[in-house]
């Protein structure tokens, strides 16, 4: 009878873990070449993700300078190559900030201040978001129907708006007839990196979160409605070819390179 009176002990719960559904696009637009360049690490190793996370990397080389293909692929290297190095046990803020260093630095010797790129990078780790960016490239958030931009614009324009902020003017007008006003107040490949933006402490992930980074061919092409259009999509595949089918449908005479990566979190 003992044996029959026995009470199973109860299996263990299993934790959810936050999984990552990732699509790219990539086109040229009117350019005559493609300067940007992208890249995802772990994307199709869970083991990894778990252990040392997901990298998402954007790079958009300036074409008025040396090669801009070349340097956002060396760019997009030296990040792969920092993060190969990552302690995920140690500050990952401060190890992300010295990520721009050392693409910097790297990209500065080999091409003497005379090339430059954009970059916009996010880690997924632990269910959480770290994310960097220099220059003009974009990286939004969208959550529960809500879009958000998460990094700002490096260039002449934003730095005229945030000094007449600081003046007390709030005119949304600023700085709009200034024709130097895309021109890129940081990048790299710089002498010395001169804004950075980052994260400080983790972002928490939600299921249904959905992330995009891309470069100005994209963000600076469709509007914020359209965009948060594309990325509802149920598919971040499905996302990433909404956003080309908009883009393409506005048919720019001066459509610049175009390239976006769409990663969709979920349970």
């Known amino acids: 009878m003992g044996l029959f009176n026995r009470r199973k002990k109860p299996s263990p719960v299993r934790e959810r873990l936050l999984s990552y559904q990732v699509a790219n696009l990539q086109g040229r637009g009117t ?11 772990n994307a199709l190793d869970v083991t990894e993700i778990l252990r040392r996370g997901l990298l998402a990397v954007v790079a958009d080389g300036m074409g008025g300078l040396k090669d801009g293909r070349e340097v956002s692929q060396a760019c997009v290297a030296q990040v792969l190559s920092a993060f190969s190095d ?15 260093d050392r693409t910097n630095d790297a990209l500065y010797d080999r091409f003497q201040g ?31 129907g809500g879009l958000c931009r998460l990094n700002r614009d490096h260039n002449h ?29 940081s990048f790299l490949g710089m002498e010395e990196v001169e804004l950075v933006d980052r994260s400080l402490r983790p972002l928490p992930l939600m299921g249904g979160d959905t992330l995009l980074l891309c470069s100005d061919g994209v963000g600076g092409v469709l509007s ?10 149920p598919t971040a595949a499905e996302a990433c070819a909404r956003l080309e089918r908009d883009i393409l449908a506005q048919a720019r005479r001066s459509q610049d390179n175009y390239t976006a990566l769409v990663i969709k979190c979920g349970y």
Do not use: I, K, M
């Open 31 to 41: 350019r005559e070449r493609q300067e940007d360049s992208f890249a995802f690490a």
């Open 157 to 185: 324009l934003e730095r005229l708006r945030l000094e007449a902020v600081r003046e007390g003017r709030l005119d949304p007008e600023t700085g709009l007839d200034d024709p130097d006003g895309p021109r890129l107040s």
């Open 114 to 144: 005379e090339g430059g790129t954009t970059l916009v990078a996010c880690l997924f780790l632990r269910e959480s978001l770290w994310w960097l960016s220099v220059g003009d490239s974009y990286l939004y958030l969208l959550r529960e």
């Open 224 to 233: 914020e409605h359209a965009l948060r259009a594309c990325l509802e999509a």
């Open 86 to 100: 990552l302690d995920p046990e140690e500050d990952l803020a401060g190890q992300l900030r010295s990520w721009v």
